[in-house]
């Protein structure tokens, strides 16, 4: 049982690169699953400067106060 209901397991597959999801790790986002690269690259925030996903936004959040601090004491 996934999303509240029954599936074949070859049937429980990711919306968007239809690769079955079997045991691994999936996200849903309005009732559809997802595998966790589609989710990601769908759905994560994207960079500033190169507009690849933010996977981990506590670092890049740490490194963007990181820089600001740097940038507040050198001047």
């Not at 070859?10 to 595998?35: I, M, S």
């Not at 996903?53 to 740097?70: E, N």
């Amino acid at each position: 049982m996934a999303l509240g209901r029954l599936w074949h397991p070859e049937h429980f597959a990711c919306v968007h690169c239809k690769e079955p999801l079997g045991t691994q790790n999936f996200f849903e986002r309005d009732t559809l699953p997802y595998c966790e690269r589609d989710y990601y690259l769908l759905f994560s925030p994207r960079c500033a400067s190169c507009s690849g996903p933010i996977l981990d936004v506590s670092k890049s959040y740490s490194l963007y106060i990181s820089v600001s601090l740097h940038n507040l004491w050198k001047s």
